[in-house]
């Protein structure tokens, strides 16, 4: 397998954060992209800076009063109360300055990405800035403010017209941003696997949600157990993506890689490890080749642990985006330049190993039900799809 | 979703005593529906289910069928004694209703006028909305004591955080002795954990999120 691969990042993009205690921390990105650096990852890759996103860009899938609103909010001209109807000023989504031009980055660095890809430049593309899925027409939600998915494949949609992309959403959370942007849209197709709605934010992500109108058929919707471990959420993807790409036909994917299924992230009750984060990668991967030529992007996404789990998950991505081997152990320096800095003991490993994560009770009626609901996604939802 | 007059069909079909139970059966195919009240002159006669009919007819494959679906007609099989529920009824009294009486629809009258009709699937739907997820949140389970003032304290921490609460059910465990009732939140935070060890501080025992 050959091409290109781009990464597009500058230090702004680590201005998206909200401060103080806040679990959605922008110092992951940090710790990821000089971990890459560290491992070797990014010797022939410069990293590919980006514009903000215009108004235009964000008024694909956002509302203007709203986007008048967190330009508001990040001038600090804004009262709380006219802001908590858009979901901002809450615990969630505080304030912070200049919180506009920040998010509007996020969205630019995803759209970058994706014109790189879709304009040959590269033939896959990552942006771990992106990835914020929850993110509403006119509400911000659960750590997010602009879509920056919702508002790469509108645009992209414009630029190409015709074109189908595919969305595939591994985080622990439901991608209901998105979904609910394309819901009737029968060109986009939405795949989200996610801890079920019953026991995680934001609720939604019932199978029984599978798009309206034209668009019935075009969202899919896989919601796991609590407590799934890797074997069962691999071969739930396995069971559901594959079958649903090739049904669809993309000219494009587009997958959002939180990695907040981990059984270390403090937000999610699922209990994945690194497997999970090479597994996913590297069959996305294989299926962008086998269905469009290879046309990939890839988003960062939801991932709490920002010390042990978000840089080693996000460096795996990096390197399946890049085709590179991916390294057995953290550098030295990596692990003496934020060893001190960690509230936590850095794991020596970019694997993590079988024996520290042994199966919890109930695994078997775990992935039984797993399984038979990824059965009725294959009965019942995949057949729509066209 | 609270009154009856939020979960109701307002566009209910009806049948006339002197229609044949062919008629009534197709009508409950057509509608894919299952009851339908029985009015003459405007106000409600009777009730009769798709069960009914069947029953009061010969079997699908039976010679004597067609005849009898041409013959039969709702009035001999209605049920003549209807419960009945209105439009401003708590929506958990006309599901105690159906329950106590063993019936999976009721007629909604205003006075005496039909106005719509409820029946057991749109109660399920109304305890799925009110439970459930129209919008972004989160659940949370907390054991309340059963007195005074418990689930005040919960909600009150809660809200000292900035969170709001969506939506709040509370039931009783079972087999606690003492007698205690869990209270079963929706939050609107995609974090709730940070909640949940405040309360368990307060000394309250959180059953969901599940702490580390």
Not at chain 1, 170 to 178: F, I, L, N, S, Y
Not at chain 2, 54 to 68: E, I, Q, V, W
């Amino acid at each position: 397998m050959t091409g290109r691969a781009a990464i597009v990042h500058d230090t702004a993009l680590e201005s998206y954060g909200f401060g103080g205690e806040h679990p959605f921390n922008p110092l992951r990105l940090r710790l990821t992209l000089e971990l890459c650096e560290d491992l070797g990852l990014l010797e022939d890759y410069p990293l590919t800076p980006s514009e903000p996103a215009t108004e235009g860009d964000l008024t694909t899938v956002h509302n203007l009063t709203y986007v008048r609103m967190v330009q508001e909010a990040g001038r600090g001209a804004a009262l709380l109360s006219d802001l908590r109807p858009y979901g901002i000023g809450t615990g969630d989504n505080p304030v912070f300055p200049d919180m506009h031009a920040a998010s509007a980055r996020v969205v630019g660095g995803v759209l970058e990405a994706g014109r790189l890809v879709m304009r040959g430049d590269a033939a896959h593309a990552m942006c771990i800035s992106g990835g914020l899925h929850h993110a509403l027409r006119s509400e911000a939600s659960g750590f997010c403010v602009y879509n920056d998915a919702g508002v790469a494949i509108a645009r992209l949609k414009e630029e190409h017209p015709g074109i189908r992309i595919a969305y595939v959403d591994t985080d622990a959370h439901h991608g209901d941003g998105v979904q609910w942007m394309f819901f009737e849209d029968p060109e986009v197709l939405t795949i989200s696997i996610h801890e079920s709605g019953r026991y995680l934010f934001p609720g939604t992500g019932g199978v029984h949600e599978k798009g309206s109108g034209e668009g019935k058929g075009y969202a899919v919707n896989v919601p796991l157990m609590p407590f799934t471990d890797d074997g069962s959420f691999i071969a739930t993807f396995e069971t559901v993506v594959p079958e649903a790409l090739r049904h669809f036909g993309p000219d494009l994917i587009l997958s959002q890689n939180g990695c907040d299924a981990h059984r270390l992230d403090p937000l999610t009750h699922l209990s994945a490890t690194t497997r999970l984060y090479e597994h996913v990668p590297a069959r996305v991967h294989d299926l962008a080749h086998e269905l469009c030529e290879g046309r990939w992007v890839a988003t960062g996404g939801g991932g709490y642990d920002i010390w042990r789990v978000v840089p080693r998950a996000w460096a795996a991505l990096w390197a399946s985006v890049s085709h590179q081997e991916l390294p057995e152990k953290l550098p030295e320096d990596w692990l003496h330049r934020w060893g001190p800095e960690s509230p936590v003991g850095l794991p020596r490993l970019m694997r993590d190993d079988p024996a520290d994560y042994p199966a919890g009770p109930r695994v078997s009626e775990i992935s039984d039900k797993n399984a038979r609901t990824a059965e009725e996604v294959l009965e019942k939802v995949l057949p729509l799809i066209r | 979703m609270l009154q009856v007059k939020d979960s109701m069909a307002r566009e209910v079909a009806t049948l006339s005593p002197g229609d044949t139970a062919g008629e009534a059966l197709a009508l409950c195919r057509d509608r894919r529906i299952r009851h339908l009240p029985v009015l003459d002159g405007g106000s409600l006669v009777g009730i009769v289910s798709d069960r009914d009919l069947r029953s009061a007819t010969p079997a699908f494959g039976d010679p004597d069928r067609a005849a009898a679906l041409a013959e039969v007609r709702v009035g001999d099989v209605m049920a003549r004694e209807v419960v009945t529920t209105g439009p401003d009824d708590p929506i958990d009294a006309a599901a105690n209703t159906m329950r106590e009486r063993r019936i999976n629809c009721l007629p909604v009258l205003e006075g005496d006028r039909l106005v719509g009709i409820v029946t057991s699937s749109d109660v399920m739907e109304s305890l799925v909305y009110l439970l459930g997820a129209h919008e972004p949140g989160s659940r949370m389970e907390v054991v309340v004591p059963d007195r005074p003032g418990t689930l005040a304290g919960v909600a009150g921490l809660i809200g000292e955080l900035g969170i709001n609460i969506v939506s709040v059910v509370t039931g009783p465990r079972q087999e606690e002795d003492p007698p205690t009732r869990v209270a079963i939140f929706r939050v609107d935070t995609i974090n709730p954990s940070h909640a949940a060890s405040v309360l368990e501080k307060a000394d309250y025992t959180v059953l969901w999120p599940p702490r580390p």
